[in-house]
Antibody, heavy 119, light 112 residues
Framework: QVSLKESGPVLVKPTETLTLTCTVS??????????VSWIRQPPGKALEWLAYMFSSGEKSYNVSLKTRLNISKDSSASRVVLTMANVDPVDTGTYFC???????????WGQGTLVAVSS | QSVLTQPPSVSGAPGQTVTISCTASSYYIGADYGINWYQHFPGSAPKLLIYGNSNRPSAVPDRFSGSKSGTSASLAITGLQADDEADYYCQAFDTRLSGLVVFGGGTKLTVL
């Protein structure tokens, strides 16, 4: 069955680059119309979409974070990697990855990984 | 300010019906593929409840239903149960500009 799992550091220092990995199973990142999206949730706040990438290579980013984000995929290992540059304490939160289809539907989600930004 | 506006909270007693609204700031938001709804228990993975305004995945009970009229969508929960207490988010795909995913601000449902 479809499964996604996030991994990454628990603690990152301000100004550093955060690297998060989403490992997927049950579907292929090479299959047509398949994509993975990243979403985050700061403590006590709402879900915020960050980026997505489709098997075609099409990418899209949250406009307000676009200059700091990069999403890429490693199809042979079924992984999607998100990097966020120059992190700040406001970037603290739980980061989720989810499967996305071309109509923007997020049908399967990972459990999330909690990241704290602090010196 | 979110392009999808939800009430911060709603409440209802067990057995009652509650409705959560989601209003888009523009006609284009959700016009192509509709509004999707997710249920989120803190500390766990969000779960897809409704897609394309009113379609329900097979595993979701029919107590949950969705609708949309113009720029406003709604999620209705009938026969409210204690374990429905969670956060609910609407979401859409803005296809005007490189396909941006947008979420509402979330609604906390309290079962009294």
């Amino acid at each position: 069955q479809v499964s996604l799992k996030e991994s990454g550091p628990v603690l990152v220092k301000p100004t550093e680059t955060l690297t998060l990995t989403c490992t997927v199973s049950g579907f292929s990142l090479n299959s047509p119309r398949m994509g993975v999206s990243w979403i985050r949730q700061p403590p006590g706040k709402a879900l915020e979409w960050l980026a997505y990438m489709f098997s075609s290579g099409e990418k899209s980013y949250n406009v307000s974070l676009k200059t700091r984000l990069n999403i890429s995929k490693d199809s042979s290992a079924s992984r999607v990697v998100l990097t966020m540059a120059n992190v700040d304490p406001v970037d603290t939160g739980t980061y989720f990855c989810a499967r996305i289809d071309p109509e923007g539907l997020l049908d399967f989600w990972g459990q999330g990984t909690l990241v704290a930004v602090s010196s | 300010q979110s392009v999808l506006t939800q009430p911060p909270s709603v409440s209802g007693a067990p057995g009652q019906t509650v409705t959560i609204s989601c209003t888009a700031s523009s006609y284009y938001i959700g016009a192509d593929y509709g509004i999707n709804w997710y249920q989120h228990f803190p500390g766990s993975a969000p779960k897809l409840l409704i897609y394309g305004n009113s379609n329900r995945p097979s595993a979701v009970p029919d107590r949950f239903s969705g609708s949309k009229s113009g720029t406003s969508a709604s999620l209705a929960i009938t026969g409210l149960q204690a374990d429905d207490e969670a956060d609910y988010y609407c979401q859409a795909f803005d296809t005007r500009l490189s396909g941006l995913v947008v979420f509402g601000g979330g609604t906390k449902l309290t079962v009294l």
